[in-house]
């Protein structure tokens, strides 16, 4: 790299950094975690300028990537919280709804394939109708608090969700089929 390109980069990180590990912060508890992904980001950003991949509005692209990172964080550090109401009044974890693991290595690899599955099912479906999925189950955000970022009327976010949610469970109807016949 240029110095001309490590100056541009230095600059970037210099003027982005606080309001993006903040965004990151507001979505990952831990600070450990929270750092990665900011690493992470500038790591991109580096290896972008590095293959010469032209990267426009550079702020909004660090955003994008960051959102990418944290999402695969949850995937890979923790099962899906998606919740059920029981009859009861109680509420059920996705946890709960899958074979446990303790049960033996048969249970944990449906396990492993249910949830494979599922991301898998998150991941086709259209980006605003996953964005405002993962943000509401699985960073646990209001649709009040997702209005207020990002401007769109918490009846939109409703309804992207309520797609989302009909898309995914016909996706995952045979998934559910097999393992409710296995």
Do not use: C
Not at 50 to 66: G, Y
Not at 140 to 168: C, H, P, Q, W
């Amino acid at each position: 790299m240029t110095p001309e390109s490590n100056r541009r980069i230095s600059e970037v990180v210099a003027r982005e950094r606080s309001r993006l590990l903040d965004f990151i912060r507001r979505r990952i508890p831990d600070p450990g975690d929270a750092e990665d992904v900011l690493q992470d980001v500038f790591y991109e950003l580096t290896e972008a300028n590095r293959l010469l991949m032209p990267v426009d509005h550079v702020t909004a692209w660090l955003f994008r990537v960051a959102r990418n990172r944290i999402i695969d964080l949850f995937r890979k550090k923790r099962p899906v919280a998606i919740e059920t109401v029981e009859p009861g009044g109680g509420r059920l974890g996705l946890a709960d709804l899958l074979p446990s693991p303790a049960a033996g290595p048969e249970s944990e690899y449906l396990r492993d394939v249910l949830l494979d599955e599922l991301a898998t099912a998150i991941d086709e479906l259209p980006e605003e109708q996953r964005e405002v999925f993962v943000a509401h189950e699985l960073d646990g955000r209001s649709f009040r608090e997702m209005a207020a970022d990002t401007g769109i009327s918490i009846n939109t976010l409703l309804s992207r969700k309520r797609y989302a949610v009909l898309r995914l469970r016909e996706r995952l109807r045979d998934v559910y089929e097999t393992y409710r016949k296995g």
